[in-house]
């Protein structure tokens, strides 16, 4: 049968048998993907223009990480990776915004889930340090070259351009960390190398 005059692709596709759930699977795909990144967009011009209403209060530290370990474990055991908390031995109490240390939590987390093979380790581990709070997410995946260390903090800068678009991630996860560190009168950094695995580190100021 022909198709009629001025007929757009999209109106074949959606009467073809054979490909229909895959096209609508792929209009879904990419609907989350856009409103995922609109929400990023729009956290990262809240906390860089300081309309961002934190509750800066004392936050402990550990509580955090507890609350969240669910949810990282379960992601985890999906990949089979090891999944592991190294407590410090005493309370690590913060100045902080409670929804925001979850935040920068999730987007280190969940980028070495994501960056590890299976079969792998993500750790994370708090401790006090020259009298500042040190928050550190470990993972032994892919890495990241010297040359992108310097720039991977940046909006929308992807490592592996090709592989993140396929993992689904909007490029502005780790400028979102950044900001939040920053706004927390605190800062972030890594440590890495090219198939060896990545070390995220969040500084911030103890509590007095």
Same mark, same amino acid.
């Given at each position: ?9 999209? +109106?074949?596709?959606?009467? %073809? ?6 096209? @609508?699977? !792929?209009?879904?795909? =990419? $609907?989350? /993907? &856009? ?22 209060? +004392?936050?402990?530290?550990? %509580? ?6 669910? @949810?990282? !474990?379960?992601?985890? =055991? $999906?990949? /089979? &990776? ?44 708090? /401790? ?81």
């Amino acid at each position: 049968e022909q198709k009629a005059a001025g007929s757009s692709p999209a +109106e074949g596709a959606i009467h %073809d048998a054979e490909h229909n759930e895959q096209f @609508v699977a !792929r209009i879904e795909e =990419q $609907a989350e /993907r &856009l409103h995922q990144l609109i929400q990023d967009l729009l956290h990262l011009a809240q906390v860089e223009s300081g309309r961002q209403a934190f509750e800066i209060r +004392e936050v402990s530290l550990g %509580d955090v990480v507890q609350r969240c370990v669910p @949810v990282y !474990r379960e992601r985890a =055991q $999906a990949k /089979r &990776l090891i999944f592991e908390i190294e407590p410090s031995p005493a309370a690590i109490v913060v100045r902080a915004d409670d929804g925001g240390l979850e935040t920068i939590l999730d987007n280190l987390v969940g980028n070495a889930i994501q960056y590890t093979p299976d079969g792998g380790r993500v750790t994370i581990r708090y /401790r006090e340090e020259n009298k500042t709070a040190v928050l550190e997410v470990e993972d032994t995946g892919v890495g990241i070259s010297p040359g992108d260390q310097e720039r991977i903090f940046e909006r929308f800068y992807r490592v592996d351009k090709a592989r993140s678009r396929e993992l689904g991630g909007t490029g502005l996860g780790l400028t979102i960390v950044k900001h939040l560190a920053q706004a927390f009168g605190g800062q972030v950094s890594v440590s890495s190398e090219s198939g060896k695995g990545s070390v995220f580190r969040v500084q911030l100021p103890l509590a007095k």
